[in-house]
């Protein structure tokens, strides 16, 4: 069980800023993933979009093992004075930094396709299922440690959010600006060496995010080394009887599909659908602006209504203005973007929340089983996101290539109209689809209401003061 030193500096803006940094760090590396990455490797090394998607969703399955594995040492780990959680971003940050740049050898495009290929999964299964992982579960386990009190855990996950945010509008606002060029036909294609350029500085970028995060953070809940001897079927019971954890595992998963099936196709629909490599930066621009605003605004407005209320009510409204896109079919690029940054709303309103949501999850655990394991619900909910990275990124790579995508044309996009066609169609109905499924979770199998929420904050508050 976990209790509370009274010894330490109070929580305040040097914790907010401390862990807003280590999403920034996280999603330098992350975020280049899931935006460039595919693009990367289908246009640059010419590996095909379905293969692209087949290595995403097998790193899946490595994941379900290594996330688990991560979430058991976490939890497993001895306390330290920088506490239970923090040692670990100081271990990992080079490791994941180093393994993130590897994923961009644009030095090996001339080899063999065997060799690329088997390149290619070896440094993403490197990066992601092992160096993310050991970094990404201690660090999201972490907000539990940092302090007990509910409204100090929901602005852990806004300035998380922040901090997501400002690395994805580096990446989603600058980085088209430079890796893309226009070729002697009027082609936008994107520039393998730039791309090594910018993996580069990301990964630096991600080391420095880090250990501000690790100087600025406090742990103040000593969550004592778990003792007792691992059981998986334990485990299981314990995931499968937790309703709450189905419920955000579902939304999350969605969401992921919604949110980045946006941000790899948005490679595709800009540049070629479009014409416009700057329609890639001004979208991401006007999006993380306003998911930035949301998330000053998010927690009251959460505080009011609730986190799940409000999440499922963005999920509604992305749904709606991305089916909107889809049956205009428009070829106005600013109509396009404006209904790309509403849509996008969906996203501010879950992604605001959703760090909250799963330390209310762990909450509503420990009510229930009178044990927290925060490692080990944070590395399932971790596994759920990255299942929807995989998803987005298998089902765009397979639609994609149903579309007609393929090395072809990539090099002349432009005579290709029908692709273009279907590629805007896939940007629009896949995140249509994910947000309304999203939404219908949060109301059907997510329990925790506020109503709910505000319950189990009470009962374990009751507890540990019965304890002094």
Known sequence: MSN????????????????MFGDFGNDFTFILSSTFLMKFYTDVMGVSAFIVGI??????????????????????????????????????????????????AVWFKDMPMG?????????YLLWGSICYTGINIPYGSMASAISPEAKDRS?????????????????????????????ASGNTLISGPKMAIAGAVCSICAIICYMICYNLTTERVKIEKKEEKFSFI????????????????????????????????????????????????????????????????????ASKFGKKELSAFGGLLGAAVFFIAFVLHTDNLYVFIALYTIGYMGIGFFNVNCWAMITDVIDDAEVREGERSDGTFYSVYSFARKLGQAASSGLSGALLTLAGWNATVAKSPNSYPEVLDGVYNISCLVPAAGFLLMALALIFVYPLGKKKVDQNIATLKARREGKK
């Open 4 to 19: 509370t030193t009274n010894k330490i500096r109070p929580f305040g803006m040097r914790d907010k800023i401390g862990y």
């Open 115 to 123: 060799f690329k290929i088997v390149w290619m999964f070896g440094t």
């Open 155 to 183: 602005e852990l996950s806004s300035w998380r959010t922040i901090g997501a945010t400002l690395a994805s509008m580096f990446i989603g606002v600058v980085l088209p600006l430079i890796v893309y060029y226009t070729d």
């Open 234 to 301: 334990e485990l299981l019971k314990t995931l499968v009887t937790s309703r709450a954890l189905i419920g955000i595992v579902l939304a999350a998963l969605l969401l992921l599909l919604a949110q980045l099936t946006l941000s790899a196709m948005g490679q595709y629909v800009f540049p070629n659908y479009f014409g416009s490599a700057t329609g890639v930066s001004i979208s991401n621009f006007c999006a993380n602006i306003l998911v930035i605003v949301l998330a000053f605004i998010v927690p009251a407005l």
């Open 55 to 104: 290595m995403m969703m097998v790193a899946r399955f490595v994941d379900a093992v290594t996330d688990v594995t991560m979430g058991q040492i976490a939890d497993r780990s001895r306390p330290t004075a920088k506490g239970k959680f923090l040692p670990w971003i100081k271990r990992m940050c080079g490791p994941v930094a180093l393994a993130s740049f590897l994923m961009y």
